[in-house]
């Protein structure tokens, strides 16, 4: 926000001025993704589409919104492996217009999809080590941590809300159901299920 480059305005809580949209309703209404129609990711193409006509796309701390969210683990799941695929194809997109844009959006566009790439390569590396050598990868288990703790201290520290440190418990999570996840959506790019 600081950069006036949200990557992704989510949609309950996205506000946009009439005209701006209104210049970007047919690119919109006829999302692609390899020739064949995408209906999922609006919000993030749709943001996409707004950086790339040189409009800025800012956070507010004070604005209000109500939404659905998953109620089973199910749900949750095709949540995720929706947002995952929207992730990997908007990304495609982003890149043509991340050089006009702050060096550090650059590196947090990248960090969005070398990170699980990163951390499946690390999983790999220690059930790997543990199934050749039946030793614990624990220099795998600590990195993964504290690379976790610095993420979640980063995110307290800025917010001031000590609160942040408790998302380090969803590496447990990311690293046992949506990293395969991810994984899943990278091969399947093309679906539109989920």
């Known amino acids: 926000a600081r950069f006036g480059a949200v990557m992704c305005c989510c949609g309950p809580c996205a506000m946009y001025r009439r005209s701006a949209l209104l210049l970007l309703l047919d690119k919109y209404e006829t999302q692609l993704f390899r020739g064949r129609p995408s209906d999922f990711g609006e919000d993030r193409h749709l943001t996409i589409l707004m950086l790339n006509a040189g409009f800025r796309t800012e956070y507010v701390p004070e604005a209000i919104a109500a939404t659905v969210v998953p109620n089973s683990m199910g749900a949750y799941l095709r949540q995720q492996l929706r947002w995952a695929r929207s992730t990997f194809r908007d990304t495609l997109l982003a890149l043509r217009l991340l050089p006009g844009l702050d060096r550090y959006l650059t590196l947090d566009v990248i960090g969005q999809n070398l990170g699980p790439l990163l951390l499946a390569l690390s999983v790999l590396t220690g059930l790997a080590q543990l199934a050749l050598t039946a030793t614990v990868p624990w220099s795998t288990i600590l990195m993964i941590a504290s690379m976790t703790m610095v993420r979640c201290g980063v995110a307290a520290f800025r917010a001031r809300e ?12 990311n690293v046992a159901l949506l990293l395969p996840l991810k994984a899943y959506a990278l091969c399947t790019l093309s679906n539109s299920d989920g």
């Open 162 to 173: 000590l609160r942040f440190l408790g998302f380090s418990l969803h590496a447990l999570l």
